[in-house]
């Protein structure tokens, strides 16, 4: 309860910064994160048994153990091992604390949890819940700060309320963490755009750090997608003569942040991808089971192979599960959401043309940036997912963005109809403009023709 008062508590400090009538759903969310929180261990206690949340803790209490009995000795290492830098655990403990992955950090965060809230799995669970919505109110915070004009209800579903999102990060699990880590970078982007991009670096670093430790493969899309927004953004705003200078330099800073990604991380990179994928199928046809699915060839290890089955991939992170595919609960509120993405889709594109609906995502850079990550996130996720039960696990991440991207586009105010009332409008401009200088010139011709009369 200590715990719960406490993440309540600093959650309501952080919507009261927020302006009094957009308070009402964050307040939401945070209760729902909250509530979710001992749902969610309680459904992997009582119906799941086995999961890997019991492995982190069971595993992560050797390092529990190590710092009570020793916390000047032990607890750096700790630290050191989930920041998955050197350290002595690997020497003391090499079959189980050996390496430097995402698994290693979060069997660090159980045993730090454990040792804090002293063995409480509940209260870590709600403490998670409760950073994991701090991330996502700063996304909110972001996307305002970004599209002012945009009606803040849909902004708080998008960020705040998507029911997969809020069920799948109110836990000690890689997710909850990520988007995190993604939640913060969006806050980041959004100042550093609106103002220098070496604002608030504090930000850059607080949110890419959980990143690369649980998720490291959402950088490389996150990465593009920034550089599209920083790119949109700047040609907007300079001259004709500069904006290929822009561009090449925004082109050339983001294939050097892809190439030093690669190098951190191999298995991601343009070289290894098509092998990484293609063991990721493989294990998800070896595992089986009722909700799996296959997509491709398992066995085509070069990146054009996969990238033909890229499409397929798409489609199935965006509208799948289908309602017929269902199995259990958290498959059921995956369907339900994707569902509805996909009615709204239709709707857009019945009284849109998809160049309509490009123009006005070229137009908004934020838009731009929403379009890039679920477009590159969802192929990857799509391509290295064979199960659909941890397919509405892994594309939580995601899911925000896709969603302010259907959501700003079907809104008047901002959306493609206001990008069409807007060309409209520029056009009368430019049309009236063209009418005023042909007039000016016709009336200077008038005049010189006075003028050279008798």
Same mark, same amino acid.
């Given at each position: 309860m200590v715990v719960l008062a406490l993440m309540a508590s600093v959650g309501f400090a952080a919507i009261q910064r927020l302006p009094a009538k957009e308070r009402t759903l964050p307040f939401v969310s945070l209760g729902v994160h909250l509530l979710t929180a001992p749902l969610l261990l309680a459904v992997m206690d009582y119906i799941w048994v086995a999961s890997d949340v019991h492995y982190y803790f069971e595993t992560g209490k050797t390092l529990t153990r190590l710092m009570r009995a020793d916390f000047a000795r032990w607890a750096p290492e700790v630290v050191k091992f989930t920041l998955q830098m050197p350290n002595d655990l690997a020497v003391l403990f090499p079959e189980d604390f050996s390496g430097a992955y995402s698994t290693s950090s979060m069997l660090g965060v159980a045993g730090l949890l454990m040792f804090v809230f002293n063995d409480a799995r509940y209260a870590s669970f709600i403490a998670v819940a409760g950073v994991a919505f701090l991330g996502k109110l700063a996304s909110y915070q972001g996307v305002r700060i970004a599209l002012p004009a945009m009606e803040p209800r849909r902004v708080a579903i998008a960020m705040l309320l998507i029911p997969s999102v809020i069920f799948w990060s109110s836990g000690v699990v890689k997710e909850s963490f990520a988007v995190t880590g993604l939640g913060i970078l969006m806050l980041w982007i959004a100042r550093a755009t609106s103002r220098s991009l070496v604002t608030s670096p504090h930000l850059l670093v607080l949110g890419a750090l959980p990143v690369y430790l649980f998720k490291p493969y959402l950088l490389f899309p996150f990465t593009l997608a920034a550089g599209a927004w920083i790119a949109l953004t700047r040609l907007k705003s300079s001259n004709a003569a500069v904006k290929p200078v822009y561009l090449l330099g925004a082109s050339a800073a983001v294939v050097g942040l892809v190439a030093a990604l690669s190098v951190a991380f191999p298995e991601f990179s343009p070289a290894k991808l098509g092998e990484s994928t293609s063991q990721m199928q493989q294990y998800g046809a070896e595992a089986g089971g009722g909700s799996a699915y296959t997509l491709g060839n398992a066995q085509t290890q070069s990146l054009s192979g996969q990238l033909a089955f890229a499409p397929i991939a798409l489609v199935t992170v965006l509208v799948r599960p289908f309602v017929f595919e269902v199995r259990n609960f958290s498959m059921l509120i995956a369907s339900g959401e994707a569902t509805l993405m996909l009615v709204l889709l239709i709707q857009l594109f019945r009284k849109n043309s998809l160049r309509e609906v490009f123009r006005a995502v070229l137009r908004s850079p934020p838009l731009a940036f929403c379009m890039v990550f679920t477009l590159i996130a969802g192929m990857a996720i799509g391509l290295a997912t064979s199960n659909f039960g941890t397919l509405s696990r892994y594309?939580?991440?995601?899911?925000?963005?896709?969603?302010?991207? /259907?959501? /700003?586009?079907?809104?008047?105010? /901002?959306? /493609?109809?206001?990008?069409?009332?807007?060309?409209?409008?520029?056009?009368?401009?430019?049309?009236?403009?063209?009418?005023?200088?042909?007039?000016?010139?016709?009336?200077?011709?008038?005049?010189?023709?006075?003028?050279?009369?008798?």
């Open positions: 594309r939580i991440p995601m899911m925000p963005y896709y969603a302010m991207l /259907v959501l /700003v586009l079907t809104d008047k105010r /901002v959306g /493609v109809a206001a990008n069409k009332a807007l060309a409209e409008m520029e056009a009368a401009a430019l049309a009236a403009e063209a009418a005023a200088r042909k007039r000016r010139r016709a009336r200077a011709a008038m005049s010189e023709n006075a003028e050279s009369s008798p």
